[in-house]
């Protein structure tokens, strides 16, 4: 049985989504928050395996709280459950450690997956997700690596898999491979070899020793 927390600051959609997963005996739903410092709190209480999270929402966003979770270390996977797809919430919501990005409007079987596919740390992202964050990886990247990207991209060049280096810098294994794409599209290359040797090529490793 997995085990939830709902957060979302409308009152309707957690009972939606808790008569919903309640009625499934594949689910038990701990609790629920209406915000996300609440969520934190409950995160760290309940120790739920998935939190379903809402983005925007008063007080303290989702995105916040998914990086504080991920701070303090709370072992659940976060699925993210919103109306929004656009570059400004995909992008910071899977940075800050998202497992998955789920919009509203998915049918409930796709949910109940998404869910035990996160449950098991498996990366899940609608189609119109997936699609966003394609667009993002396709456009011409002139910016250089950001701080984090090259905190990822020297633990690869020293041997460390994905799941290590994930364990090094506090931030989840989904979180790592999206740093990843990211070098890999300002790099104009495909795989972990060829950014290294690309990275180092342009001095990007051999100035930070």
Known sequence: MISI??????????????????????????????????AIVAGEKLRPDVILMDLRMPRTDGVTAIRELARRGVPARV???TTYDTDQDVLPAIQAGATGYLLKDAPREELFRAVEAAAQG????????????????RQPA??????????????????STNREAAKQLFISEATVKTHLLHV??????????????????RGYLSRRG
């Open 79 to 81: 699925l993210v459950l």
């Open 184 to 201: 890999y599209a300002k790099l104009g290359v495909n795989d972990r070899a060829a950014a290294v040797a690309t990275a180092f090529h």
């Open 122 to 137: 498996q990366a899940v992202l609608s189609p119109a997700v997936a699609a966003t964050l394609m667009g993002q990886m």
């Open 5 to 38: 927390l709902i957060v979302d600051d409308h009152p309707v959609v957690r009972d939606g989504l808790r008569g919903m997963f309640s009625a499934d005996p594949r689910f038990e739903v701990l609790g629920e928050a209406d915000d996300g410092a609440e």
């Open 142 to 159: 002139s910016e250089p690596l950001s701080q984090r990207e090259l905190e990822v991209l020297e633990l690869i060049a020293g041997g």
